[in-house]
Antibody, heavy 125, light 107 residues
Framework: QVQLVESGGGVVQPGRSLRLSCAAS????????MHWVRQAPGKGLEWLAV????????NYADSVKGRFTISRDTSKNTLYLQMNSLRVDDTAVYFC??????????????????WGQGTLVTVSS | DIQMTQSPSSLSASVGDRVTITCRAS??????LNWFQQEPGKAPKLLVY???SLQSGVPSRFRGSGSETAFTLTISSLQPEDFATYYC?????????FGQGTKVEIK
């Protein structure tokens, strides 16, 4: 079965870097788009980044563009999020998410389907 | 970026009530609208995709509707396990964006 396990969270000072990992099992990472979504304590969901299934492109939310980098290692079937220049408002639970193409009528839709349990990142001095 | 606005932000309802949550997009997103349910301390769960398609295994009391900029999620008869926070999300164009959430609480 599909399983996503995030790791790498912890407490880090503002301005420092951290790399999150997401170990995938039950499927091949390179066959699906992979996303990072975060949730600040007591707040809503924020989509952060995607690496598309063919690895041809990545897209980012404006809030993290230029600071965060999404990548994957297909040999390890692992997704990463490199987070640089961390700020206090980056404090959140970070979820790794696998997308899925689902049909509706004659069309196909790419959706956020399988979620990890999340890893907490706390940015504090 | 496309802004997603949900209303209400929270509501109180009783078991058996009919509940409707509204989501508006700042520009047309066709039917690239998804609904998620999140229980405290858990990852979100996909309920509805493509505005009105029920995800496999989701009870039929959940119904999504709408297109372009206006969407609704209706729970026809609220059950105890439905008390949670609900989010809409557009997948029309990156950056994908979520609504701010609607918390459904027990009256």
């Amino acid at each position: 079965q599909v399983q996503l396990v995030e790791s790498g969270g912890g407490v880090v000072q503002p301005g420092r870097s951290l790399r999150l990992s997401c170990a995938a099992s039950g499927f091949t990472l390179s066959s699906y788009g992979m996303h990072w979504v975060r949730q600040a304590p007591g707040k809503g969901l924020e989509w952060l980044a995607v690496v598309w299934h063919d690895g041809s492109d990545e897209n980012y939310a404006d809030s993290v563009k230029g600071r965060f980098t999404i990548s994957r290692d297909t040999s390890k079937n692992t997704l990463y999020l490199q987070m640089n220049s961390l700020r206090v408002d980056d404090t959140a639970v970070y979820f790794c998410v696998r997308d899925e193409r689902l049909s509706s009528g004659i069309s196909w839709y790419t959706v956020l389907h399988y979620w990890g349990q999340g890893t907490l990142v706390t940015v504090s001095s | 970026d496309i802004q997603m606005t949900q209303s209400p932000s929270s509501l109180s309802a009783s078991v058996g009530d009919r509940v409707t949550i509204t989501c508006r997009a700042s520009q047309s997103i066709s039917t690239y609208l998804n609904w998620f349910q999140q229980e405290p301390g858990k990852a979100p769960k996909l309920l509805v995709y493509a505005a009105s398609s029920l995800q496999s295994g989701v009870p039929s009391r959940f119904r999504g509707s709408g297109s372009e900029t206006a969407f609704t999620l209706t729970i026809s008869s609220l059950q105890p396990e439905d008390f949670a926070t609900y989010y809409c999300q557009q997948s029309y164009i990156t950056p994908w964006t979520f609504g701010q959430g609607t918390k459904v609480e027990i009256k």
